[in-house]
């Protein structure tokens, strides 16, 4: 944990003194184009600051040959493999970049490998986009998650019909036998894909950390998606949260009250309460927080140490634009353990750079290709409140 802390640390400081001599160099381009845009020479001011900015720019630069031999001094004492493994990453990153940008270097070791289809994108720049969707889609983080490829079939244990059952018995007389059965759900793989077009003058401005725009950009874009499968399913595609059974109805077209947020808590059984949370739209939480129990308190709460800020009878709420507003028969909440939802996601996340395709935009285009599905894989452990139909 030290070695990783370490390497973070020296990671952290490096990008910070970049983006230190990054200003400075902007600010030395303004002074230059404030002069020439008023077609003068620079005033001794100008001068003189433009001198200063190029003496800091000198110490930035002395400051992180010096970090960049701390740091490699430091990894001497990290094992030769962890070494080569944050090498191969800063090699990879390069690459990525550089093929973006269309540069080609001298050294074949920095260039990606290109093939028929095109360029060969690292593995390490696909991980980071699904760690960073791991990151930023809740759903996704608390489901239970099969990172496969192909056919996936998930056994489970069902009691609905039949259970396994104990009873009084008399000596040398047979036990009935009464036990549940197993079934199984099957997870496939879909196939969907996640554009993210970058403006050439982005790309063609040497200071842009380009590899972090594109793997932000493409996880923000795949986690938004994710979300909604996972929340509405689609019809004979990922069926997502739609495929839960237990079911509260509210009695109203566009009002919720508090007993049918109890009931709907208690669909649950208590053995599946710990990890549970609540699911909804925003406008939805807007209108619980004016319901009030018989004291006249408010039934949810703001709570500061809540995982999004509020907590409704004990739980957390979360809150996503992708659940259904209060409407005649839309699901307008969810409530469980989200543990209860198998979502199978490749890891074998397919990326290819678009560097023609979207010229006359003046941009290029890249686009992250994965399989998934997903599947309510414990029925018990997850309930929803289901709206009056109209």
């Known amino acids: 944990m030290k070695k990783k802390i370490r390497i973070a640390e020296f990671r952290a400081t490096l990008k910070s003194l970049n983006e230190q001599r990054n200003d400075k160099v902007t600010e030395m381009q303004s002074l230059v184009d404030v002069a020439k845009g008023e077609t003068r020479a620079m005033s001794s001011e100008e001068m003189e600051k433009f001198t200063a900015l190029e003496a800091e720019i000198a110490g930035i630069d002395a400051t992180i040959k010096a970090e960049e031999r701390a740091r490699d001094l430091s990894l001497n004492v990290i094992d030769d493999k962890k070494k080569e493994e944050l090498r191969a990453e800063e090699l990879e990153e390069r690459a990525f970049s550089n093929y973006i940008r269309g540069i080609v270097e001298q050294r074949a070791d920095v260039n990606l490998t290109t093939g028929d289809n095109g360029a060969i994108i690292p593995s390490s720049i696909a991980n980071k986009i699904i760690k960073k969707v791991y990151d930023i889609c809740p759903i996704y983080q608390l489901a239970t998650r099969y990172n496969v490829g192909g056919t996936l079939?998930?056994?489970?244990?069902?009691?609905?019909?039949?259970?396994?059952?104990?009873?009084?018995?008399?000596?040398?007389?047979?036990?009935?036998?009464?036990?549940?059965?197993?079934l199984s759900v099957e997870l496939k793989g879909f196939l969907a894909g996640a554009l993210c077009k970058v403006s050439k003058s982005l790309v063609n401005n040497s200071q842009f950390d380009i590899v972090n725009f594109v793997i932000?950009?493409?996880?923000?874009?795949?986690?938004?998606?994710?979300?909604n499968e996972l929340l509405n399913g689609t019809i004979d595609k990922v069926a997502g949260l739609s495929g839960v059974t237990q079911k509260v109805t509210a009695e109203a077209v566009a009002v919720i009250t508090a007993d049918e947020l109890i009931d709907l808590q208690e669909a649950v059984p208590d053995m599946y309460q710990g990890g549970a949370i609540w699911i909804m739209n925003k406008a939805t939480r807007t209108a619980i927080r004016k319901l009030k129990d018989s004291n006249g308190d408010y039934i949810l709460n703001k709570d500061a140490t809540a995982k999004w800020g509020y907590t409704l009878f004990g739980k957390d709420v979360y809150v996503s634009s992708n659940m259904p507003t209060m409407a005649a028969g839309k699901t307008a909440i969810y409530y469980g353990d989200m543990s209860g939802l198998a979502v199978k996601l490749s890891e074998d996340v397919s990326i290819e750079v678009l560097r023609e395709k979207f010229a006359t935009q003046h941009a290029i285009g890249v686009v992250g290709w994965m399989e998934i599905d997903s599947k309510v894989e414990n029925a018990q452990k997850i309930a929803k409140l289901e709206m009056a139909a109209a």
């Open 153 to 182: 079939s998930v056994p489970y244990y069902d009691e609905e019909t039949q259970a396994i059952t104990m009873a009084y018995a008399t000596e040398f007389s047979d036990l009935e036998s009464k036990s549940g059965k197993f």
């Open 216 to 227: 932000g950009a493409m996880a923000d874009s795949i986690a938004k998606w994710i979300e």
